[in-house]
């Protein structure tokens, strides 16, 4: 899943689901190298019914919290029609609960996007964010089409259309081993196209993507480098840039000790995430549908097949839900960084180590660990400077 922020709120672990994560379509019209999907190519259609009743079954369930965020991934959200995603939103609404608020939104490579698209999203408020890699010499290395071409300025087309229609977006940068060599780049190219926010995913082993070229022994001393340099210039230009990043490790850092960082990846039902066939799996969104004898692709039950709190009867739920409490509790015990981080990311855990009840791995390590080591940093730097007025600044915010 691309947008990986997570939210402050007081730790416990009860059940509420506040995402609700849809596969209409399997089907990418794009071939990352890097991408997690193994189905990608698969052109399969969500079906209106499924839809009815994964509403039905989420909007009906005592777990649902007052907010809910349903996105729309895993394919390519925009390679269906946007007649479907009329139909979509009307049958959403027809069975919210009065008092529910529903959001909308979509992670896309913006290639498709058209008036049409930019028309829809001005008359429903979807929520859009747009998958762009920095400058066409990074952003081609790995985001392709199936016939292996580079699909930068596509992309720069669709976020031109975006921009023109005054929506407002924000955009994910996939980070390899060659992108951290080039900080001043990435930032220029995300300053000179008027993308004010952006988060940073690093190239993680996931799903399909078995091999990362961050996996190498040099390479958290370059993320670290590279995410002090991008830090030094989101300072120099305030107001420019918002880093998903360094927002969250503030205001994390900031909280108060009775506060923790809630981490719905690791709360049974926090998420909830049903694929085009209607199958239902909970936890790590990307852990629906991937090969496991273990834990039979984490598809818990289905929509068409009884509610969720069947789920909690399945067998495979309960293994996987005891596993990845046994790791969020190793975490809590072994890591420094579990106040700010929660237990982490179960899908990264299993790719990396094949176990969900892990604690350490490349993608904490690179993101949690380096970012909050280098805003901690930061912070006390600031305090240390004798007329320092008020704590670090990052993107114009203050802590
Ligand atoms: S070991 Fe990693 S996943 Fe666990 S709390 Fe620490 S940073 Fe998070």
New binding site residues.
Partial sequence: MENKSMSIRHADLSPKIDLLVIQPTPFCNLDCDYCYLPNRSDTRKIKPDTLRQIFATVFESNLLSRQLGVVWHAGEPTTMPIGFYRDAFALAEQARPDNLILTHSIQTNAVLIDQAWCDFVLETGLQVGVSVDGPAFLHDRHRKTRSGAGTHARTLRGIGRLQDNGIDFHAICVLTRQSLEYPDEIFDFFADNDIGQIGFNIEEIEGANLNSTLAGNDTEVLLRRFFHRFLDLVKQHPGVLDVREFNDAMTAIAADQDTALYNHQVVPFGIVSVDADGNISTFSPELLGQFSDAYGNFIFGNVHQGGLADLEDSAVFQKVRREIEAGRSR?RK??D??GV?G??APSNKYFEHGRLDE???MY?RLT??AVTDIIVADIEAELAQPDTASPAMAGGRSL
Avoid: A, D, W
Wanted: charge should be neutral; proline fraction near 0%; charged fraction near 15%.
């Fill in positions: 975490c072994s890591c960084y579990f981080c237990g982490g604690t350490e791995t904490c949690k660990m």
